[in-house]
């Protein structure tokens, strides 16, 4: 399959990720949208790994993933203490400290 | 021989003393003296200011051997580049004769406080402050004496300075007593700033004389006075007009004598030994010193002429118009000082002194016998007003130094009265009374130097014998005029003593400088250059002897014949005089004068730097500045939305720009 599918599709996952960080307001459908925004990285990375027959970027996209993990689970745990508190995972509603 | 000599250099070497001794008793007082009781402080303070007079006198007699005297460094003070200055006292026949004066007066008027303060202290409900005067006292001696020992400009400074302080302090001993709580405190204040104007002119003159002369050191300086004359003339006539600046200001000269009649606010001691013996003098002194200078400026010294014999005669005229018993002597006081600084104008320097010298005798005796009168007063006040409640202030006829409240005093206070009459018959200018020989020096210089100012000093010493005339008649003769009057009861030994030493310096103070004699003017020529000998011309002095007697017998035609019926009767001059009288009385409308043209619009200056300019102008400018920062924050902060989405939009925003920017660049 040509370069141009896995890039393309790359692009619109991405793109996909951004739109709903800015235009979602549940904080579990952003998070989703990181994780889309971080898998579109890594499609790229294997793409170009298989692409140039080079390991490197294999190896970048566990790394990747570890960090996104351990993103999640401190995001997640915010995540609860924020709905202990405020009964509601709005992110709008998290503006106390505006000025 | 050698064995004679070592003995005079190594009394030459006691001359700090006169400085530390009184130091000493400060310290002694200072931290003994609450145990001491105020006999202990008195006896303490005394026995500072009258071993400095012995160690005056150690030293006069040191010099009548080596007349040439010493210049004694202490230390070295300052040393800056060129400038190399030390604290050095210079021990020559002026500096001693002043020595003596200052101490010697000072001694008796120190014995002289502890009787008037005693009383003083008590009348006035505070008897700790007792301390506190002798304490201020000697500090005075102590700048004073380092005054007439300096051997430099700056040092003398110093003591300018220091005296200066004392004056502030002593006047306003009783600083929250006075005209509404707060007369004294502004009598002190008003000749604090006064004499900085005056300061002001003389730290120009020092200034000058550092720049041009490049040392301050008296040798070195007059040493130098006919090279720099030779080449700028116009800088010693700068330098010694705002020396005279400071003349005017510490000897209350025309314009800056405003100050001295208030100072009559302090305790009577301190208007006797500071006001009107020593302090003052200080600017004659200083005048006397830089003769060479004032030499060297004929200009100026046509000025200082000038100023003297104006203030001779327009504080006379005012003294005219004075009840105040202590107003009477101030304005008097200004007058003789006038007649001193005339002196050193006219280049008699020694007439000058011999003045000062005795002039500093019967002042300290009318001031100290006033003091007496005042006590005798305040006694009689207390015991005629027994039945009633406290004094109501501010009304004359209370007044315990209002000459319309005395009256027949001399049956009362015999001992006052008799030390007063020699104090008056003195300052008149009375054969054979100290202040006729001094007077008659001064006439005879204005005689051969300036016929108008002979004139303006001739009148001013008929004013002298009228208003001294008219005192004495007014306190002494008569009738009592009010109760305080008729029970004042005589003042103790320890005030009467002094009186009487003083009275005896009055008598025979003449002495000092006879015709045919001219003691003093020997003693100074090891010092001063005399350019005027004392003559005694008999004309000028049987004419001013006539002068005197003419004003005495007026004083006694209005005051004596028809004393004043009571306390509220007009004074006799006012129907002959009208209005002069009234202006005479209201100091011919000075301090209003300075009012309106100095400080009126001072103080408007001060209002306008104030409140447009530094509460406007100044203030605007720091809050405006704070204002604008935190109104752009108002501004700036609306981005912190506290959205999160709005956060992510405009990171992602910046890494698309930044995209762009990378993207394009290549």
């Known amino acids: 399959m040509p370069l141009e599918y896995f890039l393309g599709l790359s692009a619109i996952m991405f793109t996909i990720g951004v739109l709903g960080v800015i235009l979602r307001r549940n904080a579990l459908v952003i998070f989703m949208s990181l994780e889309l925004m971080f898998n579109a990285a890594n499609l790229v990375f294997v793409t170009y790994a298989t692409y140039y027959q080079i390991l490197t970027g294999q190896i970048f996209v566990f790394f990747v993933m570890a960090v996104a993990a351990a993103e999640v689970a401190v995001g997640l745990a915010l995540m609860v203490a924020i709905f202990r508190t405020k009964h509601s995972i709005d992110i709008d509603q998290m503006s106390s400290l505006k000025g | 021989m050698l064995l004679q000599e070592a003995v005079m250099n190594s009394t030459f070497q006691l001359v700090p003393l006169v400085v530390l001794l009184p130091l000493l008793g400060i310290l002694l007082n200072w931290l003994f003296g609450k145990r001491l009781g105020e006999k202990g402080i008195g006896a303490i303070a005394s026995l500072a200011t009258g071993g400095s007079f012995v160690v005056s006198v150690l030293l006069a007699l040191a010099l009548l051997q080596n007349h040439e005297g010493a210049q004694i460094p202490l230390f070295t003070w300052i040393s800056i580049g060129t400038l190399d200055l030390s604290w050095a006292f210079r021990v020559d026949t002026l500096s001693v004769t002043m020595m003596l004066v200052v101490s010697g007066v000072g001694s008796l008027i120190h014995i002289y406080s502890i009787g008037y ?225 005339a002196a050193v104008g006219l280049g008699a320097e020694v007439a000058a002194m011999f003045h000062l010298i005795t002039h500093a005798f019967f002042k300290a005796l009318l001031f100290l016998s006033a003091g007496s009168v005042i006590l005798g007063m305040e ?53 054979p009374f100290a202040g006729f020989f001094s007077k008659d020096e001064i006439l005879v210089a204005a005689n051969q130097g300036n016929t108008a100012i002979f004139v303006i000093l001739v009148a001013a010493a008929f004013l002298t014998a009228f208003y001294m005339g008219r005192q004495v008649l007014m306190v002494f003769f008569g009738d009592a005029r009010t109760n305080a009057a008729k029970h004042a009861k005589e003042s103790s030994l320890l005030v009467t003593i002094p009186l009487m030493i003083l009275a005896l310096l009055s008598v025979f103070g003449g002495a000092l400088n006879l015709p045919g004699l001219h003691t003093l003017e020997h003693w100074l020529e090891e010092t001063l250059i005399i350019t005027h000998p004392a003559e005694f011309i008999v004309p000028i002095a049987v004419g001013s002897l006539v002068v005197a007697l003419v004003a005495i017998l007026l004083a006694y035609l209005f005051y004596g014949r028809k004393p004043l019926a009571d306390s509220k009767a007009a004074d006799p001059l006012a129907k002959r005089l009208g209005i002069l009288f009234r202006w005479m009385n209201q100091k011919f409308m000075v301090d209003e004068f300075y009012q309106a043209v100095v400080i009126g619009p001072y103080h408007k200056l001060a209002d306008f730097f104030a409140n447009p300019i530094d509460q406007g102008l100044i203030d605007g400018v720091v809050n405006g500045l704070g204002t604008l920062t935190t109104s752009f924050a108002g501004v700036l902060r609306k981005l912190q939305t506290g959205f999160a989405r709005t956060y992510a939009l405009s990171i992602f925003a910046g890494l698309i720009l930044i995209l762009v920017y990378v993207l394009t660049r290549i």
Request: with cysteine.
């Open chain 2, 117 to 341: 303060m005693h009383e003083d202290v008590r009348h006035q409900g505070e008897p700790e402050r007792f301390r506190r005067f002798f304490i201020f006292l000697n500090l005075f001696i102590a700048a004073m004496m380092i005054l007439v020992s300096a051997d430099n400009f700056l040092m003398l400074f110093v003591g300018w300075e220091g005296v200066g302080l004392c004056s502030y302090l002593l006047i306003g001993f009783w600083f929250e007593k006075g005209e509404g709580g707060l007369g004294n405190a502004k009598a002190a204040k008003k000749a604090f700033i006064v004499n900085r104007i005056g300061d002001f002119g003389l730290l120009i003159a020092i200034f000058l004389i550092f720049w041009n002369f490049g040392t301050l050191n008296f040798n070195e300086v007059f040493a130098m006075v006919p090279a720099v004359a030779g080449s700028q003339p116009e800088i010693l006539m700068v330098i010694t007009l705002f020396m005279l600046l400071g003349v005017t200001g510490k000897s209350a000269q025309i314009p800056l004598y405003v100050w001295l009649p208030d100072a009559m606010a302090g305790p009577t001691p301190v208007s006797a030994l500071i006001h009107a013996a020593t302090m003052v003098t200080a600017g004659v002194y200083l005048m006397v010193r830089s003769q060479v200078m004032y030499m060297a400026a004929p200009a100026t010294q046509e000025v200082v002429a000038w100023v003297g014999a104006l203030t001779a005669l327009f504080a006379g005229l005012i003294a005219l118009g004075q009840f105040d018993i202590k107003k009477v002597l101030a304005y008097s006081t200004i007058s003789q000082l006038g007649f001193m600084v």
């Open chain 2, 379 to 431: 006694h009689g006040l207390e015991a005629g007003q027994k039945g009633h409640s406290g004094h109501t202030e501010g009304k004359h006829h209370d007044d315990p130094q209002d000459m319309r409240n005395m009256g027949a005093i001399r049956k009362k206070m015999p001992v006052t009265f008799v030390v007063y009459l020699i104090g008056a018959l003195a300052l008149a200018g009375i054969a």
